[in-house]
């Protein structure tokens, strides 16, 4: 019952900039940590950002001092503002969220479909 949606990747240049939105929906009790990950064609999965329930974040080197990751727990929104846009962050972008279930005691990892992020020179 619970998904994750991601919203607002799409095509810029070099130096722009692109804000990501991830909504969870469904029968969702809590949520604990959030993130970004990327993938390029050919490459590894990686985390680009994360955020605790807390609001204690990381960030991958390759992003430090450009992206800040964001949430709205009141909107179950987890967001990912991208500045200073280079080629090299080209990838898909997915939407991660470890959720507690209305109908479960445990949480589970759920996965968004991934929103393209192209950035060009």
């Known amino acids: 019952q619970v998904q994750l949606a991601e919203s607002g990747g799409g095509l810029v240049q070099a130096g722009g900039s692109l804000r990501l939105s991830c909504a969870a929906s469904?029968?969702?009790?809590?949520?604990?940590?959030m993130g970004w990950y990327r993938q390029a064609p050919g490459k590894q999965r990686m985390l680009v950002a994360a955020i605790t329930s807390g609001g204690s974040t990381n960030y991958a080197d390759s992003v430090k001092d450009r992206f800040t990751i964001s949430r709205d727990n009141a909107k179950n929104t987890v967001y990912l503002q991208m500045n200073s846009l280079k080629p090299e962050d080209t990838a898909v972008y997915y939407c991660n969220a470890n959720i507690r279930s209305s109908t479960s005691y445990y949480a589970l990892t759920y996965w968004g479909r991934g929103t393209q992020v192209t950035v060009s020179s």
């Open positions: 469904g029968s969702i009790f809590s949520i604990n940590d």
